[in-house]
Each structure stands twice: as structure tokens, then as C-alpha cells.
């Protein structure tokens, strides 16, 4: 189990440096299990950026319904990412329902249907960084609350990645302006709510005070929208200063 959960933050550092470095504020007997289910999340949405064919992207997300499910223990003991996040859901007492939605949501996307509006893509944030978001609170406060702040989160975002351009098979043919817009509003949902998190659970929200930045560029940029750029440093700068102050 312990190189289950190894792979896990390898593959966390590697390809979200920006969750690896907020889950290092998680106390480190926390640590393992965020790493686990970023990096479940990190499989799941690599899969409709890989396949060819739906179908074997179907096939992919099928087997995950099966591993959780618990009906293929033998393929999830060798398949460190399924490995750790079983046993993360059973220590943390997590449910399965948000995961299924996510995977749901995901073999949506295989099908390359457009995310044409704002609501659109901010109900396919909710089904997937809003339930991420949750979901590591409770891995970090199982009595946490914060359905207020995570939905928010979440769209916040979903809508400032696609506004920086992040790869996606749904391509959005939303407005940038409008992007940014709907996501301040969402961001200032999170600052009106804050006071319910508890100080426990606040780790998990920590990369919202990067897309607060990224945003609080654009916004100087004019409503023309370019792609924001943070260096490494500025990001870590940013994510040890809102880990500090308590507030992003």
C-alpha cells in the first residue's frame, strides 16, 4: 500500500503541480490520501484526451465503475491509482456516488459534444472540480460542510481553465469575457461562504487563490482576455501566502 500511495503523489507532482504543492499545508497523515483521489481524478480525465473512439474510452471508464464497485479486487491490487483510492474511500468513509457522477460526466466528453454556454460548462464544473473539491475536505475534516463553498469552487475553476486554454475534448465556444465573468461571480460566492470552512479543511480550496490571481491578471488585461502566465515561484509564493493568512 505505502507504493500505491508513492505513485499516487509522483503522478500528482508530475501532472498537478499546483494540487501537490497546496496538499503539502494537509498534515502529512492526510497527504497519502488527497494524493489518491488527485490522482484518480488526474486518470479519469486524461482518458478522453487519449482514446481515438469513444468506445475505448467507455471501456476505460467502465472498468473504474467496476473497481469501485469493488466487483475487480484482483486488477485494483495491481493498479496502484485504484489500489490507494480504495483504501482512501474506506479509511476516509467517502462515498462512491460523486466519483460515479464524475466518470459519467467524463464519458459525456467523449463524445465531443460542444460545451456551448456558460451554464454548461459550469454544471460539468460542479459534476468534477466541485466534487474533487468536497471531496478532499472531507478527507481533511470528515464533519466539514462545505457544499456552499466547493460548488463555487469548482465552476470558478473549470471556467478559469478553459480561459487559460487547458486542453479539453468539449472545446467551449463561450466568450472569454464571459468566462471571466461568470467565474469572478463564482469566486465571490467562495469569499462570501469562507467563514463555514473550518481552519482543518482549508487546504483542500487552497488553488483557488491561483485562479484568484489568474483572474485578477485578465482582469488588467481588458476584456480581450489573454492567457495569464505564473511562474513556479509566483505560484508557490501565492499558495503559502493564502495557506497562511487563511483566506485565499
Known sequence: MPDAYAHCAALVREADRDRFLASLFAPADRRPHLHALYAFDI?????????REALAGEIRLQWWREALAGR???EVAAHPVACAL???????ELSVDPLERLIDTRALDLYGEPLSTVDELAEHGRQTASAMFALAARILDPNADVASVADPAGVATTLTARLQGAPHRRMSTVAPADLAARARTELEQVRCHWGVIPAAAQP??????????VLARSAHSGDSIVPVTLSFWRRQW???RAARRGEL
Open 238 to 240: 501565492i499558495l503559502w
Open 204 to 213: 483542500a480550496f487552497l488553488p483557488l487563490a491561483l485562479v484568484r490571481a
Open 86 to 92: 480504495i483504501a482512501t474511500l474506506a479509511q476516509c
Open 43 to 51: 486518470e479519469i480525465a486524461r482518458i478522453g484526451l487519449l482514446v
Open 72 to 74: 475487480v479486487p484482483e
